[in-house]
C-alpha cells in the first residue's frame, strides 16, 4: 500500500544561522526525546529543501505522525546549544501544493 | 469562519516596553486575536491602558490579568472582594490543597493553575474538578515548562498532566491551554500548542478548543459581568436616560 505523505514548511526563528545538518539532528534529537527510537522509525522524516540564509526549511513526514512532528518540532528551543525555535508555516500533501500555498502566503 | 485564538498567558517584562511590544507583535503574527498578561495590583489604570494601545497597535485585542498567590483560602477571600473587579481574568496559583479548594468553589475565579516544578503541589484531583466545574473555574496548563523541562522532570510533568487532563475530561471540566511564556522564543502557535497537549493525551477537538473558545468565554463572560450595564446573568440594561419611558 502507498504511504501517504505530508510536506512541512518550516522557518528557523533565531538569530543564528545554522546548516542543513545541524538543523535535522535538532530535529532527529527533538523527535527522539519525546517518542523514541520506535517512533522515530515510523515518521519516515526526510529534508528536502533547506536555505539557510531565509532560515527555511521543507521536511517529508508520514501522515499519521503529522501532529508528532508538530509537537516534537515546536519542543525545539535550541539548536547548537543556541536559543533557536521553529515554526510551521504550512502543511500540504504535494510539494506543489506547499510551494503554492507559501508562495500565495508570501511568507518566509 | 476563522477561528479566533487566545494567549490568557504572555509574560513579557513589563517594565520593558520595547520587550513588551516585541511579544505582543509576536503574538500578532503567530496567528493569536486576544492575549492577557499578568499584572501586578499596583498597576495603575494608566499602565492598562498603555497595554491595551500597544495592543490595538499590533491588532490584537488586550484583556488585563491578576494572578493570585494566597497562602490561605482567608486570604484568596480577600483579595477576590478586593479586585475582582477591576481585573478580566483571576487566576488563582494554587499552592497549597485549602487555597485549591476554595479557588475550585468560588465563582469569582477563572483560572486554575498549579505550580509545574513541584509535583506534590498539584492539587487537582476529583474533588477539585468536581467543584469547579459548578463554579465555572477553568484549569490552566502552561506550555512553557513542557518545553523548557528535560529528563525527568518533565517525564513527571507530563504523567501530572495525563492525569489532570483526564479529570478535567470526566467531569466536564473546561480547560485552558497558555504559553506562560517570558520570551519570543518560547511563543509557539496555536496549533502547535494543540500538537504539544498530545504528548498528555489531549484529542484534537479539546486541544484547539483550549487555546480558542474555553479562553475568549471566559473573556467575553467577564467583560459582559464587568460592564455598567450587566444586572444578573443573563439581564443586562439596554436602554437609560430620557428617552426611556416610565410606564
Not at chain 1, 508520514?62 to 504550512?90: D, F, G, Q, Y
Not at chain 2, 494601545?53 to 486570604?75: H, M, N, V, Y
Not at chain 2, 483579595?79 to 488563582?92: N, Q, S
Not at chain 2, 498539584?122 to 502552561?142: P, Q, V
Request: glycine share 4%.
Amino acid at each position: 500500500m502507498k504511504v501517504k505523505r505530508r510536506y512541512l514548511a518550516l522557518k528557523i526563528d533565531s538569530t543564528e544561522k545554522f546548516d542543513s545538518r545541524e538543523f535535522m539532528d535538532a530535529v532527529w534529537s527533538a523527535f527522539l526525546r519525546l517518542y523514541g527510537e520506535y517512533g522515530a522509525s515510523r515518521v519516515g522524516l526526510a529534508l528536502i529543501d533547506y536555505d539557510a540564509e531565509k532560515k527555511f526549511a521543507i521536511i517529508r513526514v508520514t501522515h499519521t505522525e503529522t501532529t508528532k512532528v508538530r509537537a516534537a518540532v515546536a519542543s525545539i528551543t535550541e539548536i547548537m546549544a543556541k536559543p533557536a525555535a521553529v515554526h510551521v508555516l504550512k502543511v500540504s500533501g504535494t510539494l506543489r501544493a506547499l510551494r503554492k500555498k507559501i508562495n500565495a502566503s508570501g511568507r518566509f | 469562519m476563522r477561528r479566533a485564538f487566545a494567549d490568557l498567558h504572555l509574560m513579557p517584562d513589563l517594565s520593558s516596553v520595547e520587550q513588551t511590544r516585541q511579544m505582543f507583535l509576536k503574538a500578532s503574527a503567530l496567528g493569536y486575536r486576544l492575549i492577557a498578561t499578568p499584572l501586578p495590583t499596583s498597576f495603575s489604570e494608566n499602565h492598562i491602558q498603555r497595554l491595551r494601545g500597544i495592543s490595538q497597535e499590533t491588532a490584537l485585542d488586550f484583556a488585563s490579568r491578576l494572578d493570585l498567590k494566597p497562602k490561605t483560602p482567608k486570604e484568596l477571600l480577600y483579595h477576590l472582594r478586593k479586585f475582582r473587579r477591576k481585573f478580566e481574568i483571576i487566576a488563582v496559583i494554587c499552592e497549597s490543597k485549602t487555597v485549591a479548594r476554595q479557588a475550585a468553589k468560588d465563582h469569582r475565579v477563572d483560572l486554575l493553575n498549579f505550580p509545574a516544578l513541584d509535583p506534590h503541589k498539584r492539587f487537582f484531583d476529583k474533588a477539585e474538578a468536581e467543584l469547579a466545574s459548578k463554579s465555572l473555574a477553568a484549569l490552566e496548563i502552561d506550555i512553557k515548562p513542557l518545553i523548557t523541562l528535560k529528563g525527568s522532570s518533565k517525564i513527571r510533568l507530563l504523567s501530572a498532566l495525563r492525569r489532570e487532563a483526564s479529570i478535567a475530561k470526566d467531569f466536564h471540566m473546561p480547560i485552558v491551554i497558555s504559553s506562560g511564556a517570558t520570551t519570543e522564543l518560547l511563543m509557539r502557535k496555536p496549533l502547535e500548542i494543540a500538537a504539544l497537549t498530545s504528548l498528555f493525551d489531549l484529542d484534537r477537538s479539546m486541544a484547539v478548543d483550549a487555546v480558542s473558545k474555553n479562553p475568549l468565554a471566559i473573556v467575553k463572560r467577564n467583560r459582559e459581568k464587568l460592564s455598567p450595564n450587566f444586572i444578573a446573568p443573563g439581564i443586562r440594561l439596554i436602554r437609560r436616560g430620557s428617552d426611556c419611558h416610565e410606564s
